[in-house]
């Protein structure tokens, strides 16, 4: 009918699968790149001197030290 031969459905099954592949790895790609609720969410490193001086790891003099070195970048 379209001047193709008997394994021309063989092309078109090809074609199929390639274009599956494609979709497949585009919503790969959005949902890795995606930030997801469920994911654990690291401070910065301004939060993390927080922490530690509310948990008393550091005292107040420790805290105010670092937090200048941090605030100057």
Do not use: C
């Not at 199929?16 to 994911?39: E, F, N, Q």
């Not at 509310?54 to 605030?71: M, N, T």
């Amino acid at each position: 009918m379209y001047g193709g031969n008997d394994a021309s459905w063989v092309w078109g099954l090809v074609m199929m699968v390639v274009m599956v592949g494609v979709v497949a790895l585009i919503v790969w790609a959005i949902v890795r790149t995606g930030d997801r609720p469920g994911a654990a969410h690291r401070p910065d490193a301004l939060g993390i001197l927080e922490e530690r001086f509310a948990r008393g790891e550091i005292d107040q003099e420790e805290f105010e030290r670092r937090r200048q070195v941090l605030q100057k970048r």
